[in-house]
């Protein structure tokens, strides 16, 4: 049986898995110190959200660990070439949060369109603000999803109950997924600002999409759809860093974009000298895109079957670094 240590939390039943198969785990995050010092050689495997850090210095720092589990989809924060060289699997659980991202994404769309933010601190300063918030309907316009993934797929069918048009750029995506699920696949990024009102971000940060989104693309956005002056709107639930945040600010200050909404910062936790939370037509949520209680439920039985899986000896379905392990 193994030893696990969990350093970014995990739901209480995931745990109680773990411990009822046999493994020893532990509880409580570690210093980037420690685990420069060698914390990880104590354990088999380590199951990490966003917040632990496994660069290669630490991983090579952890002779023994042969499994990395994150509780979650995106494995930006854990060098996977490093870990391929060092013998260790890497596993995660894509699909957990899935509904959650969406409705999310949904939800800040909705947001924007409607003023929820503007509204809510306005009232809050006895402010009534009616003839001011006047919103526009998705309805009728075109919704640009940039990676065409799980959620993305989810976002699109929510939009199109909604009566949105689906736009997608996705150079990975085989076109026939883009077809079956009635989006215009897009072969040029710039091609979707130019004909998209609404933005959506749902890929990894790479060095390839760092600040993909800038303020050249979101010029290109024609704020107009159907004869109506909608303006542009943009919304993060994926990854910070894929959108250049100073351009974004600007962009808002200038009116070329009308409305942004980010659940995910180049830099977190954001603090209260981030000029762009201080916007108007801004309003944000702190990385919150996994942050309900059945996506916490699904993301815990996921990642522990994983983990079980590889301490086994087996391959797992979601093993994210098969192409560097050694």
């Known amino acids: 049986m193994g030893r696990i240590a969990v350093t970014d939390g995990m739901a209480p039943g995931a745990v109680a898995l773990l411990e009822k198969a046999g493994h020893e785990v532990v509880l409580g995050f570690i210093e980037m110190d420690d685990l420069l010092a060698g914390a990880l050689r104590e354990f088999d495997a380590i199951v990490v959200r966003s917040a632990t850090k496994l660069r290669t210095d630490v991983i090579v720092a952890s002779e023994g660990l042969k499994v990395i589990g994150r509780a979650g989809v995106g494995v930006d924060n854990i060098d996977l070439e490093a870990a391929g060289t060092a013998g260790i699997m890497v596993v995660n659980a894509p699909r957990a949060s899935t509904q959650s991202v969406v409705e999310l994404t949904i939800g800040h769309l909705l947001a924007s369109l409607r003023h929820f933010?503007?509204?809510?601190?306005?009232?809050?300063?006895?402010?009534?603000?009616?003839?001011?918030?006047?919103?526009?309907?998705?309805?009728?316009?075109?919704?640009?999803?940039?990676?065409?993934?799980?959620?993305?797929?989810?976002?699109?069918?929510?939009?199109?109950?909604?009566?949105?048009?689906?736009?997608?750029?996705?150079?990975?995506?085989?076109?026939?997924?883009?077809?079956?699920?009635?989006?215009?696949?897009?072969?040029?990024?710039?091609?979707l600002f130019k004909s998209c009102t609404h933005i959506s971000v749902h890929c990894n940060l790479t060095d390839e999409t760092h600040h993909l989104v800038n303020a050249e693309r979101m010029a290109l956005m024609p704020g107009k759809a159907g004869g109506i002056e909608c303006g542009n709107h943009i919304v993060n639930c994926a990854r910070g860093g894929i959108i250049d945040e100073d351009a974004?600010?600007?962009?808002?200050?200038?009116?070329?974009?009308?409305?942004?909404?980010?659940?995910?910062?180049?830099?977190?936790?954001?603090?209260?000298?981030?000029?762009?939370?201080?916007?108007?037509?801004?309003?944000?949520?702190?990385?919150?895109?996994?942050a309900t209680l059945e996506a916490q439920a699904r993301v815990g039985s996921d990642i522990v079957e994983a983990v079980m899986i590889a301490l086994s000896g087996s391959t797992p379905e979601t093993l994210v670094n098969g192409k560097f392990l050694k």
Not at 269 to 283: R, S
């Open 117 to 191: 933010g503007r509204a809510d601190r306005g009232m809050r300063e006895g402010k009534w603000e009616k003839k001011a918030l006047k919103g526009t309907e998705l309805s009728g316009k075109s919704l640009g999803l940039i990676g065409f993934g799980r959620i993305a797929q989810g976002v699109a069918r929510v939009a199109k109950t909604l009566g949105m048009e689906i736009h997608t750029y996705d150079p990975y995506l085989p076109p026939k997924v883009a077809k079956a699920e009635g989006a215009f696949l897009h072969k040029k990024v710039d091609n």
């Open 248 to 290: 974004l600010l600007s962009a808002l200050e200038d009116g070329i974009i009308s409305s942004a909404a980010l659940d995910v910062f180049e830099i977190e936790p954001v603090t209260i000298e981030h000029a762009l939370i201080h916007h108007k037509n801004f309003h944000g949520t702190p990385h919150i895109g996994a």
